[in-house]
């Protein structure tokens, strides 16, 4: 828990790393994945560091691998996961791999580049059967006539100067879209000189480009002369004809190199990107040509670094010179590490996106774990739609091991799967406040005997006939003796789900417990401010800013909350009609006034009240003027004491016959530069910005709350609009058995659906947004800066997946 309270310590470390060994080094480094190396050439063009030619390299190869994988898609086939565990393989087998790849590459080229052709080739083939197919068809065998044969010409021969002409045909297949323009091509090439027909083939032919059937226009051509013939005969090229048996041993010989691609491919593209990752880390090192090695500094968690000098000590051994690690100060903020679980990731991901913590600061997410469910059950409590998504998320945390679940695409099912610990508690947290509420399904439950006797009313009261025929609602008077037998066990009690002021008596128990949930929230928030305050050494800000805001937050919404619990404990059913209204105390708290009309909740509450309203103006100026002034009092105490230091360092000099140079005076007092960068206005600034920002922000937020009330209210009503206009229908549709279960059936289905369908996924929606506010702004919003940014270190999980 105690690097989920804050985030964990980081250190800034050094590596030198022998230049033989730097790649097993770094390659290593990012199979533990604990550190996050810095840019050390930052001023350096990225085209003109060291291994540059290597990471261009892997560039290449990558191109390479896309282009396989292209093909193998484009066959229908898919790639196998790579097996688990492959490291990144050494800079000796880039050579390989990239010949290898290159020669696999090319064999698909030539391959499908001659499946292509014979392709085409047989598509002609087809063609040309399906004109001849088209050519015995009925519509020419209907031209012949009784008595002809087949050597009869279709035409008498001309008698004059052309009696020599002879009619030709020539017969081929076009693209549907293709066949009007060749009419017109052809009708302008030959001067209209020819007898053209187009036909739809009865048959579609596969298209040997796309692979897909495809519908082809069959068309037969009859003209005159040899010159005509020739222009037509260039215009519809035919083509050659190729053996059927030369192409299945064309695509054998492609399904085989497919399957060497598909066995080698996977292993090769998580090498590759491994390599490329290790030669973009190196980049970022600087090269020591004294030492011979290369110098990295990187980010990591301190107690992960004997762990990264082990792994260096190992990847360094076969060297010769072992691989140093060191810690070196750093004035930068570290980067914010917090590691989490199943459990509390999804947790974090809701704080982290409000903000990454500073480093170190108290991270919230501990008390989201609780407070974040139990927000969000206020408003949808429901014992009923809470289980159902109880349900639902224990089936994803029972089968979140299972490939199938993890490796899934959808993405709302992502969504939902990567928060099934938030949903599960969510589901939960919602079970418990509907017990609160007595509500299941917007039904009311009898767990235990009412506290209220109907018997003891009618009894004392007595109810005639008359009576009960003349008034048809019933009140029921707790300061008769046995009417109220004391409060419900748990929860409020289900006579109240008959009476006529549920909602009344609902709406004022809401809204009170919204306010004091409100100002618990809020007043956590500022306490764990505290927490930082220490941690940081800024005690002064102990008493100029918690302090107040303390004061002002209690002094006036705690005061509301101890007037709605003392009235509570203090006022009973006898004295219930004469009881005093908080709203106006509040009221007249702030007008320093008074109502004669209502009396007083305890004696000197006037005089408690102005004190407190005193009280809580007299913490503005503080908060506003005390931090300002401290700091700027505590900058003119250090600028004196580093006057008189630099007063003494001056004298010394000048009695020491050693005299040393202003840079290594500078470097001796690194702080003075810091403290010369403070500016009081820019401070004043800031400090009346968080004063506004939290009084005003007090009375907002305390309002904002009240989204509680509304939105159990709104949940509530919902549920029972759904249940009277569906379910309270479809039972009174029929009082026969048979009937019954005939009508239940699609009322039941309906009533199904639209319970998942608003209640859960819409209503569930909004409460989660609406709790996510009052975490972001009425809680964080206290003590919780968030800029900082997370340390990403370098890794091959990311790779190997």
């Not at 618990?520 to 005690?539: D, E, K, P, S």
């Not at 509530?716 to 479809?730: D, N």
């Amino acid at each position: 828990m105690g690097s989920m309270f804050r985030s964990e310590e980081v250190s800034l470390a050094q590596l030198f790393l022998p230049t033989a060994a730097a790649y097993t080094c770094v390659s290593q480094l990012g199979e533990l994945g604990l550190v996050e190396f810095r840019d050390l050439n930052a001023s350096v063009s990225a085209f003109q560091r060291r291994f540059v030619v290597d990471v261009r390299r892997c560039e290449e190869l990558e191109k390479t691998f896309t282009f396989l994988q292209e093909e193998v898609r484009r066959a229908g086939l898919a790639l196998p996961p790579p097996e688990g565990g492959l490291p990144a393989p050494p800079p000796r087998d880039l050579l390989r791999i990239q010949e290898e790849s290159d020669r696999l590459a090319q064999e698909l080229r030539d391959v499908r580049g001659n499946e292509q052709a014979l392709r085409a080739q047989l598509h002609k083939l087809q063609l040309h059967a399906a004109v001849l197919g088209q050519g015995q068809g009925p519509a020419l065998a209907a031209t012949h006539t009784d008595g002809s044969s087949e050597r009869t010409p279709l035409l008498q021969p001309p008698k004059g100067p052309h009696q020599d002409l002879r009619v030709n045909f020539v017969a081929g297949a076009v693209e549907p879209h293709k066949a009007a323009a060749l009419e017109r091509l052809l009708w302008r090439a030959c001067r209209g000189f020819l007898i053209a027909s187009f036909r739809e083939t009865e048959q579609q032919l596969e298209d040997p480009v796309t692979g897909e059937p495809a519908t082809w226009m069959t068309f037969l051509i009859s003209y005159w002369g040899e010159q005509i013939g020739q222009k037509i005969r260039k215009i519809t090229d035919w083509g050659l004809p190729c053996s059927s048996s030369v192409l299945g041993e064309t695509e054998r010989f492609l399904n085989q190199v497919l399957g060497r691609v598909q066995r080698l491919l996977p292993p090769w593209q998580v090498q590759i990107r491994k390599m490329k990752a290790v030669y973009l880390a190196l980049n970022q090192c600087s090269v020591s040509a004294t030492y011979k090695c290369l110098i990295a500094e990187a980010w990591c968690a301190t107690r992960d670094l004997p762990a990264v000098q082990q792994a260096l000590h190992d990847s360094s051994s076969e060297a010769g010179v072992s691989a140093v690690v060191h810690r070196i100060p750093c004035r930068d903020m570290p980067p914010t590490l917090i590691r989490t679980t199943r459990f509390t990731a999804s947790f974090q991901a809701i704080v982290d996106a409000y903000g990454v913590g500073r480093y170190q600061e108290v991270n919230p997410a501990p008390y989201t774990i609780i407070t974040f469910p139990f927000l969000f059950a206020v408003m949808f409590g429901d014992v009923g739609h809470g289980l159902l998504m109880f349900l639902f998320a224990l089936a994803m945390v029972l089968a979140e091991d299972r490939p199938a679940i993890k490796t899934a695409k959808n993405e709302i099912w992502q969504t939902f799967f990567g928060g099934r610990y938030l949903l599960l508690l969510m589901g939960l947290f919602s079970v418990y406040t509907g017990f609160i509420y007595n509500e299941c399904f917007s039904r009311a439950t009898v767990i235990f005997p009412s506290g209220w006797s109907v018997a003891a009313m009618a009894n004392q009261s007595g109810w005639s006939d008359k009576f009960l025929a003349n008034h048809p609602l019933l009140s029921l008077d707790p300061n008769i003796t046995g009417v109220f037998l004391g409060p419900y066990p748990f929860g409020i009690d289900p006579i109240w789900s008959l009476a006529v002021n549920h909602l009344t008596f609902l709406n004022s128990f809401k809204m009170k417990m919204s306010v004091i949930l409100g100002v618990t929230h809020m007043a956590f928030g500022v306490v764990l401010g505290v927490f930082n305050h220490i941690h940081f050494g800024q005690w002064h800000r102990l008493v100029l800013e918690t302090l107040p805001e303390l004061v002002f937050l209690l002094g006036l919404f705690g005061y509301l909350v101890f007037m709605v619990v003392y009235k509570w404990l203090r006022v009973s059913a006898a004295g219930a009609s004469s009881a005093p209204s908080i709203l106006i105390h509040f009221i007249n708290m702030f007008l320093f006034s008074r109502s004669p009309t209502n009396r007083p909740l305890f004696p000197g509450q006037e005089v408690v009240q102005s004190a407190l309203v005193v009280l809580a103006l007299a913490t503005v100026p503080v908060l506003l003027l005390g931090t300002p002034l401290f700091l700027r009092w505590n900058h003119h105490r250090r600028l004196r004491r580093a006057g008189q230091l630099q007063d003494e360092v001056k004298t010394g000099l000048l009695d020491s016959p050693d005299a040393r140079g202003s840079d290594e005076e500078k470097a001796e007092h690194p702080g003075d530069q810091e403290e010369a960068k403070f500016v009081l206005s820019e401070v004043f600034m800031h400090q009346a910005i968080h004063t506004i920002e939290f009084c005003l922000g007090c009375i907002s937020n305390t309002a904002s709350y009240l989204r509680l009330w509304a939105l159990s209210l709104a949940h509530a009503q919902l549920s029972e609009v759904l249940w009277a206009m569906v379910m309270r229908i479809g039972l009174g549709m029929g009082r026969e058995m048979g009937v019954v279960a005939l009508v239940l059936v699609p009322v039941f289905a309906a009533f199904a659906v639209l319970t998942v369908a608003i209640l859960l996924v819409m209503e569930g929606l909004s409460a989660f947004l609406h709790a996510l506010r009052l975490h972001w702004v009425e809680f964080q919003n206290k003590f919780y800066s968030g800029t900082g940014y997370k340390l990403n270190p370098f890794t091959f999980s990311m790779e190997d997946q």
